[in-house]
């Protein structure tokens, strides 16, 4: 029979797929529904080995979930918005729509090429006004329950994509997550969602992500960043050094260590700042941190490693625990967007408040000493400040005893301590603090400066002010002859801003500014399940039956921006009453997008991530043309656990490309033909010399092997060990091998059929266009439909169980001998096995003990 054909094969089972549209999903069902997703691609470029590993993953899901009895969802769309596009069509000297349009079709190819099984009635694509419509309806709908601010803010400046970025797209100390360009800081007037409304949901609700990965949950909490503490009250001082009404509130984590603070701080842009300092000799200090801190990124800014930089404004606060003066400083490593801009600095408890005090011949009073130090015996029972400098290298932040602290001196000091829980009852006695919660989050800025993004839905009234553009003129159309090449922006196009006020009709003006383009995909997941409605975003009962999605697969850079914005997103629609009804499940109930997720690993060539800009890519096209997609495809799973890095290698995609070649003639084996080669050789041979006795054992073995990995690749895939489950059905074949190579006359024909259904259906989920030609062409099962429609395979535990085993036989600790016994053998027949097989080595001694280790060994004591 013909040798393995790949590209011949694949070309035909994936035009047979399409013509009959065998991947749309069962609108209704009475199987159990399964929702797999993987993140949708930006369409900025050519398919490439990241996006292979992603949605391979995905489709093997898809594919063993349908076979193991479930109505699968397994949709696919394409980010389309956004600056990644954008920018990618200015390079290629492209308007935006074409070439995004352009690449979502060479996708669309690539994909099909691969042999993906997605539902293709169900594309999603965000650039589409079918479905930008309604991302402008949830922001109407957002608008509505107060979800939305427009404010002026200090915001990040991308100079390279000339737009504002939100401050998680601000990475690697200090740059865009785009185009890499150093971050500037600027005042705009911006478009913000509210989503600290939700911090504390968003954080506590972290914990019902049993499915998710502990690092991703981790870093999502770290950005929330909830910080318990109080906030005080100093009171400012006139140029006299009087008090005056005026207070200025910080937080603090720590209310400890607050007779302890030596210093005030404020940031540089804080309001104060010059006002407390202009027309005195300390104004000039405090403009040169200013100027020292306009190009600096927040990252650099907070950088333990550098140098701190400060100025005395002139002027003092009041301690409000113990009244004492404190000065008030500037300071580059304060930061007005977080707290309140204003800092006690505690020397002796915080290392940039240390090493700044040293910098400038500042006071370091210790105020909670840790109980083994020295200095706790000198200062145990000082209740007045009696020391003002510590013979401390670096500051201590652990927990500890307070010291000079008055009434509260001896009480344990540290965060959330017995010391802080009493300052704070102190002070809000007194009307001079108030415990608080305090977040790292901020709201999400949504405007961007640029023309290929979903148009916020607002117009500009002089006479009415900011009015949210009516449901029922929903969408607002972007305008396709914007020609960006050229420098032109929907700023610059008189058709698109130039409008009608929808509620006095007077002259106005269109919002200019797009949506971020994580606004598109923070609810694409909801319109796969409803993608065609033109009434609504979805329907509730569809979202309610289909969420939260089963699986979802991306990859980790996502952790913080795309999922925290979904998660924010869902929370906000199920307040809105579109989904999450009493029908849904806990989870969606509780305002979550997705129940498991799986963070798939780089694909990387000598040590380095594949990048155009290193020259280490491989095209997959280039793979498919020599060894075939499904070649391709087993290949990527089984280079490395999902969740790792994978190291490309030629060598290991010829040899999984030799595999199939194996499968194929395996198959063929079993129905008792054989595969011959170009020039009418035999590519496998009968064992002539092989008995009865042989084929019974190898029977039994084959028998054996079929159960223990159908149980283990069932297994192995319900705990994406994938590359594992290859390595199993690689072990089925290698049993096949040795069993096909008996005589036809000696063949079990009915367990030879197992075999081969056994090792097509296994291999199905991975490598979908062989098995489906092996399954109809060479089994003959074409009648029973496709190989995919197929249940899975059912294996007996009991059946995977040897019938024999070997043991040990040790003497004195020593193996001398081993034994094969039955598996239910009884220990007085193992202990007789055991002692014929060591008698040479007792030489006529009489063991005082022997000792049967069940299913491993036998030890003689003599």
């Not at 000082?382 to 307070?402: F, H, I, K, N, Q």
């Not at 999922?563 to 629609?573: A, P, Q, V």
């Not at 002692?835 to 007792?842: G, M, N, P, R, S």
Request: charged share 25%; glycine share 8%.
């Amino acid at each position: 029979m013909r040798q393995y054909d790949p590209h011949a094969i694949e070309e035909k089972w994936q035009k047979i797929w399409e013509a009959g549209d065998v991947n749309r999903m069962l609108p209704l069902s009475d199987k159990p529904p399964f929702y797999v997703l993987e993140m949708f691609p930006y369409p900025s470029g050519d398919v490439h080995m990241g996006h292979v590993r992603n949605y391979t993953i995905g489709d093997v899901v898809s594919r063993s979930k349908r076979m193991q009895g479930y109505n699968v969802l397994h949709p696919i769309g394409w980010d389309s918005f956004g600056l990644p596009a954008e920018n990618a069509a200015i390079r290629q000297n492209s308007s935006p729509v074409v070439w995004t349009y352009a690449n979502i079709e060479k996708q669309r190819a690539s994909f099909k090429r691969l042999g993906f099984s997605y539902d293709w009635s169900r594309v999603v694509i965000t650039s589409d006004p079918s479905y930008y419509r309604w991302g402008q309806w949830i922001f109407r709908t957002f608008w509505d329950r107060g979800l939305v601010e427009r404010r002026s803010s200090p915001v990040n400046w991308c100079p390279g994509c000339k737009t504002v970025l939100a401050n998680e797209q601000v990475v690697d100390d200090g740059h865009c997550w785009r185009c890499k360009s150093s971050i500037e800081k600027r005042e705009l007037e911006q478009w913000f969602f509210k989503i600290t409304d939700y911090a504390d949901e968003l954080l506590d609700d972290l914990s019902e992500l049993t499915g998710w990965p502990e690092r991703v949950k981790q870093m999502q909490a770290n950005w929330i960043g909830r910080s318990v503490g109080a906030d005080l009250r100093f009171t400012l001082c006139d140029a006299e050094g009087e008090p005056t009404d005026e207070t200025i509130t910080v937080f603090t984590t720590r209310p400890d260590t607050l007779f302890g603070c030596s210093f005030f701080l404020l940031a540089p842009e804080h309001p104060l700042a010059l006002r407390l300092s202009a027309g005195t000799p300390y104004e000039a200090g405090v403009r040169a941190v200013q100027e020292s801190v306009a190009a600096a990124t927040t990252i650099e800014r907070e950088a333990a490693e550098r140098e701190k930089q400060g100025a005395f404004t002139g002027r003092y606060v009041i301690n409000p625990i113990n009244d004492e003066k404190l000065p008030v400083w500037v300071s580059d490593y304060v930061l007005m967007d977080y707290g309140t801009g204003a800092v006690m600095a505690v020397p002796s408890g915080d290392q940039r408040d240390f090493e700044f005090a040293r910098k400038y011949g500042l006071p370091i009073p210790p105020v909670v000493v840790s109980r083994d130090d020295p200095l706790l015996a000198e200062l145990a029972s000082a209740t007045e400040r009696v020391l003002d400098e510590v013979p401390w290298s670096e500051a201590y932040t652990g927990p500890g005893l307070m010291v000079q602290s008055g009434e509260f001196t001896g009480l344990a000091g540290g965060k959330d301590s017995e010391g802080s829980a009493a300052v704070i009852v102190w002070l809000e006695s007194r009307g001079l603090g108030a415990a608080s919660v305090r977040y790292r989050l901020r709201d999400w800025l949504i405007s961007r400066q640029r023309y290929w993004g979903n148009p916020i839905p607002v117009i500009h009234c002089e006479d009415c002010g900011i009015v949210p553009v009516p449901y029922e003129d929903l969408p607002v159309v972007l305008p396709l002859d914007v020609d960006v090449i050229a420098g032109e922006s929907l700023a610059s196009h008189r058709e698109f801003y130039e409008v009608d006020c929808p509620v006095c009709g007077r002259s106005a003006h269109r919002e200019t500014d797009t949506m971020d383009t994580f606004t598109c995909s923070s609810w694409y997941y909801l319109r796969y399940t409803d993608p065609h409605n033109t009434n609504v975003p979805f329907d509730a009962l569809a979202a309610d039956a289909w969420l939260p999605v089963d699986q979802y697969i991306g990859g980790i850079e996502h952790a913080i921006l795309h999922l925290l914005y979904s998660r924010f997103f869902t929370k906000g629609l199920r307040d809105a009453g579109l989904l999450g009804g009493t029908n849904a499940a806990g989870l969606l109930q509780k305002g979550e997008p997705f129940a498991n997720l799986l963070t798939q690993g780089m694909v990387k060539l000598g040590g380095e991530t594949m990048s155009k800009s290193r020259g280490n890519v491989v095209a997959p096209e280039e793979a498919i043309a020599r060894y075939g997609a499904d070649a391709l495809r087993v290949y990527i799973l089984f280079m490395a656990p999902p969740d790792k890095d994978l190291e490309w290698s030629e060598e290991g995609l010829e040899g999984i490309w030799r595999f199939l070649n194996r499968v194929w003639r395996i198959v063929y084996d079993l129905t008792g033909e054989r595969v011959i080669d170009s020039e009418d050789n035999l590519l496998s041979l009968y064992d002539e010399s092989l008995s009865a006795s042989d084929a019974a054992s190898r029977g039994a073995e084959l028998t054996r092997t079929i159960h223990r990995v159908i149980g283990k690749v069932e297994d192995d895939l319900a705990r994406f060990n994938l590359n594992t489950a290859i390595a199993a059905i690689m072990e089925l074949a290698n049993t096949i091998s040795a069993y096909i190579k008996l005589p036809l006359a000696l063949r079990d024909e009915r367990l030879c059929a197992q075999a081969a259904e056994t090792l097509v259906l296994l291999l199905a989920p991975m490598a979908p266009h062989c098995t489906e030609e092996l399954w109809n062409e060479v089994l003959g099962k074409s009648q029973q439909g496709s190989v995919h429609a197929q249940p899975w395979p059912e294996h007996d535990p009991r059946k995977a169980l040897a019938e024999t085993v070997e043991l040990a036989v040790q003497l004195n600790g020593k193996i001398k001998a081993r034994i094969t016994v039955a598996l239910d053998a009884s220990d007085d027949e193992v202990k007789a096995e055991a002692l014929k097989a060591a008698a040479a080595a007792l030489e006529g001694r009489e063991p005082r003990k022997v000792i049967v280790v069940k299913g491993k060994l036998v030890n003689i004591v003599a």
